[in-house]
């Protein structure tokens, strides 16, 4: 079967551009009001932080299995939608790619408007899911096509080491398509929804929802199902099929892959019955279709909430320990990694509490997901590089680990050090009208040039700090006593920007010839 080291490597951690990009990065939450306060403020309300996989070397030197599979998207589309995704890639890309390029457009794109009911919302998450999945494996049809030719050029009833001896180009071609075929992806998506929160899965990527009491306990909620050979309820599913789920409790994959759901994947799908422990299925096996949850209220209580308090970091006050609401969508690389480093048995509270620990010290939320990762990851490599073992004498971290990403999406947690962007300050307009002096202004001069001179910034803001009464105001009479209107309507008023460079390079093109045709200048 297929593995990673016959795809095609790339450097790159994403494609170079993807439709979703020219969406709005969401970097606040709220409602209208709200949005426009914090649009002010410019408050980052969600980022990424990420790893690449790694496989560790005694020399400390920095090795890649394979390239960065990992996906994510987080984006607003109007103050009353906002949508996030996590997707883990496996055996390459292309999956995770399409996926994150096709889920946005199938929920975004007008699918929720007039849905009200959580029911209906659901309903279009799920549609989605689906719509993903058969677009990718359509996508896929040349492949599978070639694929089947070369199957027919090699002869029944030859072992695979027969057939290489014989036709080692057409195995070679067989099994780069089969690797093709086998990528596939998970999917946690979140949405956030006329004031409600909805989470969607398929595979083990995980999304908690965290939330600290007035007493300041942490608790925790697992809003995504584990789509893996670990999960009773899918075990039951397999079972029903007619797979004996016995082989998979000693086991960890199924066919190709760990998950019982994903999106892709061809060949455990479309091509199970090639697998000898999946050929007495009656039905595909690994399905797209998502478990989804919600709509869970976020009510006032979830609305971020600037910090007034002087020494947050030094303070214990009510406010600097309010309750607070924050969600984090991962890939398994960051859990699994935590779990078989720590042997923990309440991973999800572990990596909640890390979160909020660096909520308290960072300035950024950009700070606060890639402290959790390298947190974590270094964990991770200390224990696998000094070769501890769990107290039977049994375990042993593994010489590698998974590509991660952690997005936090902030509500109204406490970020006590957050920087403050100098859109911070509120910024008025209240011009002070400078008059042309009255003895070098000259009536009935249509042509005559008015100079304003600029009033100095610290008089203006401590004029303004000092007379906030908006009740008094000036009229042109104020300004030009027993004057006529000095300003002539059509008169042409001196620029404040240089446009000379500009002009200068619009004549030079239209000389050579290389002005846009479809842009008038």
Known sequence: MPTRAELPRSNHFQETHSWTDDLPVCRLSGNVAFMLNMMMKMEVMLWVGFSTNQIYREDGCRQEEHQFEDRSFHCCVDDNTFLYGVFDGHEGVQAATFALQRMAAEILLGQLSGKTSDEEIKEVLRQAFIAVEKGYLDSVDDRLAERTSLQYEIPDGMTSYEAYQKFPHLVDKLNALNCELSAGTTVVVALVYSGRLYVANVGDSRALLCRTDSNGV?????????????????LLRLSQLGLDVDKFRQGSRLGNQENTRCLGNYLVKGGYKEFDELVTARAEPVIAEPEIHGGIQLDETCRYQQLTCLYPSLCNCMQCRATGWFLLLMSDGLYKSLVEATRTDQVNKDIAQMAVEQFRVQSTLTGVAQAVVDKIVRIHHDVCMSGSTSPDGHFTVAGKRDDITLLVRNFN???????????NAVVRFNPIVTTVSTSSWSAGDDNSTIENSLTDTTASNTTDDQNNDTSTTESSSDLFPDRPNPVDRNTRINAYVDFSDFFQNVEKARAEGTLPLDIEF
């Open 413 to 423: 947690f406490p970020l006590p050090n957050a920087l403050n962007s100098p859109t």
């Open 218 to 234: 942490l608790r925790v909620v697992q809003l995504s199902v584990d789509h893996d050979l670990r999960n009773e309820d899918e």
